[in-house]
């Protein structure tokens, strides 16, 4: 779970350390907000990000502007947006929605401080260095969800017990997809449940899954955290319900089961 002090924490030591050669000026720190979603998406966590601002002494265009680069999807786009927020001489990126935003910021620069939020795995994405000493110019927290993707097999075998079929959705672009399923199998063969796996890189791929699903007689689908999948929460939500197919998907902050 993301924990806001902690992201407080981080963002405050950030703008502070941009602050230090701003100190003659008279310009207002600038914050660029890099996000592989969209404003509206985001729209019902903005009061809480500014009420969060407020807090560490910033509030927007009094003594802080915010630049927004919205990937709307698009997750190729996302070097080209934060090609601009450098351009732009913002004085800290937050980098949401993913370890790719994250990364498309740190290949951007390697001077203006880079906060990310929820990255499930920093290290091996190649973000920090270690979690103890990130390094460099990045920083941030992770919600270890693919580490947990074992428990929440458990989970959701106590939710719906009487499956003895559940399928994993796993984004087949996404580089540690065998990591995943390699994990999940193992907590499936402890439990005595069989696992089928279904792979999905668009959105053509998320629709032709659910008919599969049935066809293996799933009684539950597990869904792989993954930005991919967090922009498409809607589609697989929708799905499940038209297949009437429990399923378990990190949705926000907190694991969420839906029929």
């Known amino acids: 779970m993301i924990d806001r002090r902690e992201f407080l924490v981080l963002l405050s030591a950030a703008m502070m ?26 729209a019902p966590y903005l009061a809480p990000f500014n ?33 601009q927020l450098v351009d732009r001489k913002v004085d ?7 370890f790719l935003s994250a990364l498309a910021a740190k290949h951007a620069t390697s001077s203006v401080p880079i906060v990310f939020t929820g990255v499930s795995d920093p290290v091996g994405s ?20 693919l580490e947990l993707m074992p428990k929440r097999l458990e989970l959701i075998c106590e939710l719906v017990p009487q499956a003895k ?10 580089p540690r997809a065998q990591g995943v399923v390699k994990d999940v199998q193992e907590a499936a063969r402890t439990k005595g449940i069989q696992l089928q ?17 049935v066809q293996q007689q799933a009684g539950a689908l597990l869904v792989s955290p993954d930005p991919f999948f967090s922009l498409r929460r809607e589609q697989i939500v929708g799905l499940a319900a038209r297949y ?4 378990l998907t990190r949705g926000g902050k907190t694991p969420q089961l839906a029929a």
């Open 17 to 42: 350390a941009a602050r230090a050669p701003r100190a003659q000026q008279k310009a207002l720190l600038a914050i660029g907000y890099l996000d592989t979603g969209s404003l509206g998406a985001f």
């Open 51 to 83: 009420q969060g601002l407020g807090e560490i002494g910033y509030a927007e265009g009094k003594n802080v502007t915010i630049e927004y680069r919205w990937a709307e999807g698009r997750l190729d786009q996302l070097p080209a947006l934060a090609a």
């Open 92 to 98: 800290v990126i937050v980098a949401s929605g993913g």
């Open 126 to 145: 190649g973000l920090v260095v270690s979690l103890a000493r990130p390094g460099g110019n990045v920083t941030g927290f992770s919600p270890f969800a």
């Open 165 to 174: 079929v559940i399928a994993l959705l796993v984004n087949s672009n996404e």
């Open 197 to 213: 796996i279904l792979m999905a890189g668009n959105e053509g791929e998320i629709d032709a899954a659910f008919p599969t699903l």
């Open 244 to 247: 009437a197919v429990p399923q």
